[in-house]
């Protein structure tokens, strides 16, 4: 099935086919991203009317929205141009007037004449003591007075898209649901007690009180779930097909990574120890290893890496390891090297900075194979890249890419094992929306010994205070990064930042005492700063957020960051986890501009409160929601129109064992569910999926 299956053909017509809409107003409706019929569907109502007719307005708590029979009493037109027509009425109790603006003639006569009985429903309000209705929402005879829904739907607006053209509009769509096998486990739907598709969709938009507008309301929480599996079966179907393409089998030996475990000067905790294995035996096994190592900042992720680099290298082959910048890609070099010497393993850099005869001459060393270990940046995968016998790849950092440039990496013919590595430790529900196509390896449990990490909340009027203490700091050898605002989105306006905070704090604590790092810098230039700090001849260095991922120097104790308040959570606890690292007590200033909001102040007093990356990051996607978290646009985790991940994490674990279940039992999606799973995907604009089942 690699087109569109018929019964799905008017659901993805275009919006024009519906009664009602030309071409207007289809361009409004993309504004609320609904392109086709079948968008409708998955744009649910967030909040209802309660229509119910009651006796009177008289006990009410005005302002609402009453409906009320009443006796249409006098009319009263406007006195001047443009002013309101009122009409007084009678319900059971009390008497109101309906107001009206730009009345024409006589037309509120012919519609409401004097003596009849209506049904009027609206928002009703108190003018001048007078409680009035403007504009009535309905105003029907009451032999019609079915034409009122007792609980009205409330959909999401958008410039030129009314109420009530939503209201047809989804009615119309979901005429057009066809009829649809279940594609969810049967067990799952009994035990949820979900109703079918078909019904959940038009509960979902019928709703009948405000309870059926919870998540947890059945019709809702199936569609979600709906969404959910889509997603978690595109991934599987792509876990899938990585996992049949053979890799090569690498059985370490365990020679190697015995010499460097000797020689270093920690014992690795349990949590170390058992990633180790788990990615040895991904590695000695058949099937290519796609496997993801999440562990918060200062987990020990980089020593897990290279144990299986030198397991590549113990199977008689090489291995790779990119880091995203070339800061990091330098710091793993000089980190790592003394262990690579203690195993005798040639351990090599490339980077983008590598040009002519030396590049020239890494890449015939590495064609040769004679060089076992390569660090660097991207530029390790370019194409003019040739290694003599490549079976692991280790993408360091892994939270700048997303699920799409992973799939790249496959493509580009990267014919080795996979391990990733990311330090955001991000909530199980997005983990498991990024990442569910990987097996995961989790550090959860930090090297002993480090001391915590003071953390305080300081006003920018203190700056002067901030200075004398870093002052007293550095005369007692200690060590010091002052990160830079987040002027704007703009690299530009962050470097006049940090350079114009470099020049302020050198003429305070003095010459040679400062250095300053960011991205723009030519690239020797810092190397030569970072290098200064990391031999301890710079004792502050104040730095954009190239310092943000990765950086390692442990005499590092006290971290400042200015406009705090600027970052995001996850940003500010990776940041902070630059210090810490050693065994002075460290301390971090989160410096804000005054005065904070009450979300702004929340925000930091998390970090105050906790170290703990899992907590942050579960806080800050409440705070913030999906999206801006991690950067919806990069990251790859889909929006999702029904399901919250925020608060439906349980329905993602559900639904990627069912996902990866179904397709252990059914690889090939043939089954009556397969095939109904089948047209769930087309239903859920999941092309990639269809894509990966046609290659598969
Ligand atoms: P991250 O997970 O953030 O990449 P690193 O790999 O940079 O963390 O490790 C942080 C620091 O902890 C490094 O200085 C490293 O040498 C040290 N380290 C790693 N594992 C252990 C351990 N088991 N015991 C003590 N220190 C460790
Ligand atoms: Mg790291």
């Not at 009314?162 to 005429?175: E, G």
């Not at 005499?555 to 990776?574: D, K, P, T, W």
């Not at 002075?584 to 005065?595: E, G, H």
């Not at 102040?601 to 929601?625: N, W």
Request: charge should be neutral; glycine fraction near 8%; aromatic fraction near 6%.
């Amino acid at each position: 099935m690699s087109s569109r299956p018929e019964s799905l053909f008017p659901l993805f017509a275009s919006l024009e086919t519906l009664e009602g809409i030309g071409p207007k107003t289809a361009q409004h409706f993309a504004q609320l991203h609904v392109q086709a019929p079948r968008d409708l569907l998955f744009t649910l109502p967030y909040s209802g009317i309660d229509r119910r007719l009651r006796k009177s307005v008289k006990d009410a708590q005005l302002p609402d929205t009453l409906t009320v029979a009443v006796k249409i009493g006098r009319h009263y037109p406007p006195r001047s141009k443009g002013g309101a027509y009122r009409i007084h009425v009678e319900d059971d109790e009390t008497t109101f007037q309906l107001v009206f603006f730009h009345a024409r003639g006589d037309f509120w006569q012919r519609q409401l004449p004097e003596g009849s009985r209506r049904i009027v429903s609206g928002r009703v309000e108190l003018f001048d003591g007078i409680a009035q209705m403007v504009h009535p929402d309905f105003a029907v005879a009451e032999e019609e007075a079915s034409e009122i829904p007792p609980f009205e739907p409330v959909y999401p607006l958008t410039h030129g898209i009314t109420q009530k053209l939503m209201y047809k509009a989804t009615r119309a769509a979901l005429a057009r649901v066809p009829a649809m096998d279940e594609w969810i486990d049967p067990g799952q739907v009994k035990k949820a007690g979900w109703p079918a598709f078909s019904v959940a969709v038009s509960q979902a938009h019928a709703p009948a009180s405000l309870n059926d507008l919870s998540l947890d309301a059945p019709a809702r929480a199936r569609l979600a779930y709906d969404e959910l599996f889509a997603h978690q079966m595109t991934l599987a179907l792509a876990r899938q097909v990585e996992r049949r393409k053979k890799g090569r089998p690498s059985r370490a030996t365990g020679a190697l990574q015995d010499k460097v475990r000797a020689s270093l000067s920690y014992a690795l905790t349990g949590a170390q120890r058992r990633a180790v294995t788990q990615v040895t035996a991904d590695m000695a096994a058949d099937q290519r290893m796609n496997r993801l190592l999440q562990g918060d900042v200062g987990a020990g992720k980089t020593v897990v890496a290279f144990m299986a680099l030198l397991a590549a290298v113990e199977a008689g082959g090489q291995g790779v390891l990119m880091a995203p910048t070339e800061i990091l890609a330098r710091q793993h070099l000089q980190g790592l090297q003394p262990l690579a010497e203690t195993a005798g393993v040639v351990l090599e850099i490339l980077t983008g900075r590598d040009k002519g005869a030396e590049r020239q001459a890494k890449l015939s060393a590495l064609a040769r194979g004679d060089i076992q270990v390569l660090v660097g940046t991207h530029a390790v995968f370019q194409e003019s890249v040739v290694f003599h016998d490549l079976r692991l790849a280790v993408v360091d950092e892994q939270h700048r890419f997303g699920v799409r440039q992973r799939l790249e990496l496959g493509r580009k013919g990267v014919r080795a094992d996979v391990l990733v590595m990311t330090a955001t430790p991000i909530p199980r529900s997005l983990a498991l929306a990024q990442y569910g196509d990987m097996d995961v390896s989790v550090l959860d449990e930090k090297p002993p010994g480090r001391k915590p990490i003071q953390t305080v909340l300081v006003s920018t009027e203190r700056y002067d205070q901030v200075v004398d203490r870093l002052r007293a700091a550095i005369a007692d050898g200690r060590q010091c990064y002052w990160v830079c605002p987040l002027v704007e989105e703009s690299e530009v306006s962050d470097l006049t930042a940090a350079e114009a905070r470099f020049k302020r704090l050198r003429a305070t604590l003095g010459e040679g005492v400062v250095g300053l790092v960011h991205g723009q810098m030519p690239p020797a230039e810092k190397d030569a700063a970072m290098a200064a700090f990391q031999r301890g001849e710079t004792q502050l260095l104040v730095a954009t957020t190239v310092i943000e991922v990765g950086v390692d120097v442990p005499n590092a104790s006290i971290m400042v960051i200015e406009r705090a308040e600027s970052f995001g959570l996850a940003q500010l606890h990776q940041l902070r986890g630059r210090v810490g690292r050693g065994s002075a007590a460290s301390s971090c200033l989160l410096m804000y501009q005054a005065p904070l909001t009450d979300t702004g102040r929340q925000r930091l007093e998390v970090l105050r409160e906790t170290e703990d990356g899992f907590a942050i990051a579960e806080t800050d996607l409440k705070m913030r929601g999906t999206g801006d978290l991690i950067g919806t646009a990069q990251s790859g985790v889909p929006r999702f129109r029904v399901a919250d991940l925020e608060k439906q994490a349980a329905l993602m674990t559900i639904a990627q064992s069912d996902a990866r279940k179904l397709l252990s039992d059914d690889p090939a999606l043939k089954s009556e569910r397969g095939k109904a799973t089948r047209l769930l995907l087309w239903l859920m604009r999941q092309d990639e999926a269809i894509r990966l089942i046609t290659v598969g």
